[in-house]
């Protein structure tokens, strides 16, 4: 008599329209409805020949110029309301046609009005200095005298107006790469199942990778791996070549305009020396004993002879899982922020519990994590939350950083003013997860739970400080070999990986066949020279944390004055006003002592 198989239940990511209401995001702050934004796309595109009557005028008047640049203010606040909506439908589900469409019309639309204003920088650009300050001293140019001053640093880099209009015309092309990138990483990629710990077969996806590489049972963690960039390397030689056409324009951009390097370009516009960059890889080279150290730690807590890129994230302590669910997420997080005030804590309270954020895995949807905050809608966050995900919890912080700084400087700054760089928006994010490491620190039960928190901000800075300024060293370096004219090719990059890996991690790394994958897989790629934004706001937020914790009400209201202040000021001086001072490799050797005190703690304990 044959033997029957029981039949295998599998867990599913559900599709997008069998997801609760209550547990998606309501754009509604944006528009009411998908009708409403065409209406209002529609609009905007009859708006875009309103810059023709400005065209060869702007050096006439003072009111001119004011006049023009309220319109394309006026014109680009619209675009970014437009722009928002149809990113975050298309977040939804990568895979659905219509949303797709809607993103390629406002691409399409949006490089067309890009073309049309093309002529706005170098006419003004073009004004007699001593004229330019005439006009920068009339009332009317008040609310732009900012904005002109910061344009006028771009003069050096600044191309006549047909070239301009040529580049304008180049914007959407130039983003081929990235969108390639994007569809066949969350529409065309998909993973087989796999089965966790306790035997259940699910179907494997970016959003949950992230819960079997914490399996405490290394088989899993394994198995997820190998089964995860298997699909990678089906796809090796497509990404090689995607990566590399995104490095190659960056170095185009930058050749064009005349920049020493993609590098230098790229740090312009927040005017941060190309010093802070390399300081920060110094810096973290110095401290690469203590990571190292780390890992010896690991391997002789998980008794391996040498670890895997899958044995990196497994806790050290296993048996101190912590589960929240969403409510409880939101509630615990929202008692680490009391520093901050009661009327921080009362909006971001009703963001999170009422329609800011979207939360759980579904098919097709973006993978990872992030805020979308805009001038005219609610700040909205994007998660793929998982209850026995302790990091999960962390990111959900992480992204209210964002979403909080969004909040405050769209109601505290006019329009050409709120939007904050990367840079400093890395240091609200990253603060929110300091308190909250130290808030549950505080309230640890037992050595476990302690050394399992121990080890989790341990993780976090390897991961903020250390991982993130090692992509910085691989943007660095294949984008000055794309500029010495030396060939990109997917064993170039590989290479440059490979020596990465094994400066950072040390020898105690196994090389599989997959390792070296990675470097194909990091979104953050396609917009280059922005990871390292990570190392260096970790490194601000912790000095800010201290200074909060350890102060009084004026060291807090210089930190709420900085999440106000939008893009006032440059980064570096909105630092040093919220008080760390980030040209100084201080703050990111003090973070990395800090790092190197925490493994001793946790090693006494484990």
Not at 371 to 398: C, K, R
Request: with cysteine.
């Amino acid at each position: 008599m044959a033997t029957q198989r029981k039949k295998v239940r599998v867990k599913r990511l559900p599709a997008r329209e069998r997801v609760p209401e209550a547990d998606r995001w309501d754009l509604s702050s944006l528009f009411r409805s998908d009708s409403a934004w065409q209406r209002a796309m529609a609009k905007w595109e009859q708006q875009i020949g309103g810059y023709e009557p400005y065209r060869g005028r702007l050096s006439s008047s003072a009111e001119t110029l004011a006049a023009c640049l309220q319109f394309d203010s006026d014109l680009d606040r619209a675009a970014e309301r437009l722009a928002y909506y149809a990113h975050l439908k298309t977040a939804e589900d990568s895979a659905n046609a219509h949303y797709q469409g809607m993103m390629a019309r406002f691409v399409n639309v949006a490089s067309r009005a890009e073309e049309a204003a093309s002529f706005m920088r170098p006419e003004i650009l073009a004004i007699p200095a001593a004229k330019l300050k005439k006009f920068l001293a009339k009332k009317v140019m008040q609310p732009w005298r900012l904005a002109v001053e910061r344009l006028v640093r771009f003069k050096p880099y600044t191309l006549s107006k047909n070239e301009e209009r040529l580049l304008a015309m180049q914007s959407e092309m130039a983003q081929t790469s990235h969108h390639t990138f994007e569809q066949l990483h969350n529409s065309d990629m998909r993973f087989a199942v796999v089965r966790d710990e306790k035997g259940s077969a699910i179907e494997l996806g970016h959003g949950n990778l992230s819960k079997f590489m914490e399996s405490p049972r290394r088989s899993v963690r394994r198995k997820a791996y190998q089964t995860y960039y298997g699909k990678f390397e089906d796809y090796r030689h497509t990404l090689a070549a995607t990566l590399t056409g995104s490095i190659q324009k960056d170095v185009y951009y930058a050749k064009a305009r005349g920049y020493d390097s993609a590098l230098a370009a790229a740090l312009f516009g927040d005017n941060v020396p190309p010093a802070v960059y390399d300081n920060l890889i110094a810096t973290v080279n110095d401290h690469l004993p203590a990571l190292h150290k780390y890992y010896a730690l690991r391997n002789k807590k998980l008794r391996l002879k040498k670890f895997s890129l899958y044995d990196q994230y497994v806790s050290l302590v296993p048996q101190a899982k912590m589960r929240h669910r969403w409510e409880e997420a939101v509630d615990v997080i929202l008692n680490s922020l009391q520093p901050l005030g009661p009327s921080y804590c009362r909006i971001l309270e009703g963001g999170l519990n009422n329609g800011w954020c979207d939360r759980y895995p579904n098919r097709g949807k973006a993978s990872g994590a992030f805020s979308a905050g805009s001038f005219d809608g609610d700040p909205y966050i994007l998660m793929n939350f998982q209850p026995d995900v302790l990091n999960d919890v962390f990111t959900l912080t992480h992204e209210a950083g964002h979403s909080m700084h969004s909040y405050y400087s769209a109601r505290h700054q006019p329009y050409p003013y709120y939007q904050y760089t990367i840079f400093v928006a890395e240091v609200a994010s990253t603060f929110n997860e300091q308190l909250l490491t130290r808030f549950l620190l505080q309230r640890a039960r037992n050595d476990t739970q302690r050394a399992m928190l121990l080890n989790r901000e341990i993780d976090n800075i390897r991961g903020t400080i250390y991982r993130q300024t090692m992509f910085a060293e691989f943007e660095k370096k294949t984008h000055a070999m794309c500029e010495a004219g030396e060939p990109l090719t997917l064993e170039t990059l590989q290479e440059i990986y490979r020596e990465l890996l094994i400066r950072y991690l040390g020898d105690q790394l196994e090389l599989d066949p997959y390792t070296l994958l990675e470097c194909l897989r990091i979104p953050h790629f396609y917009r280059a020279f922005y990871v390292y934004k990570y190392a260096t706001g970790m490194s601000a937020a912790m000095a800010l944390a201290d200074r909060v914790l350890q102060g009084g009400r004026g060291e807090l209201d210089n930190y709420l004055n900085f999440l106000k202040a939008g893009c006032t000021k440059y980064p570096l001086e909105l630092l040093q006003d919220a008080g760390v001072d980030m040209t100084s490799s201080q703050p990111i050797a003090t973070a990395l002592t800090r790092f190197d005190q925490i493994v001793d703690q946790l090693a006494e304990i484990v």
